[in-house]
């Protein structure tokens, strides 16, 4: 069983802001609290092709392992590592991000895929933020009721996750826009 779901989200702000909010989330002090099952994040590689205006780059996340209590207690540990990999394509503006667990895959498959780009209605003014997520409990495939509903539960923890950090990158836009002006916030 696989529980998928996808949002989006519209920034009334223009993309290069918002992709440059998107470098700033886990590093401003401002947003340890609100981001506290985020425990670190690496650079693990990135690369620059000049010529096509694209950026890759590659980090490791260490977070607070996001499952129910009980499944926490069942795999024995309470952090996960994940990596994200991210192109930003400044051409076409774009940015894509694709995270997914590389620790606990034994017991759960999570792989988020994240796009930044200028919305449909407003290019120059508003950013448009897909996102798709998809969760997956192993071990449990055979006990389909069980493992639905812990990765609802999963689901529903990533949901409040998403949000908040939906939260910090508008509280980031805001502040890189008083920046570009001038002000202070």
Known sequence: MVRAYSQEHTYKHPWERVSAASW?????PENKRTLSHIL????????????AGKLHMTRALTIHAPGP???????????CHCVESTVVDAKSRSMQLATRNIS????????????????????NGWT??????????KPLSALASMAEKIEQKCAERF???????????????KYLEAESRGMSV
């Open 69 to 79: 209590w009980f499944i926490r207690k069942m795999v024995g540990q309470d952090i």
């Open 104 to 123: 606990l895959q034994k017991f759960i498959e999570v792989e988020e895929k994240m796009r930044y780009e200028p919305h449909p209605e407003n290019p």
């Open 24 to 28: 700033r989330k886990y590093a401003d």
């Open 128 to 137: 448009i933020c897909r996102q798709e997520t998809s969760i997956r409990i």
């Open 40 to 51: 670190e994040v690496d650079t693990l590689s990135h690369r620059l092709e000049p010529t």
């Open 159 to 173: 949901q409040k996750n998403s949000a908040k950090g939906r939260e910090v990158m508008e509280r980031i836009c």
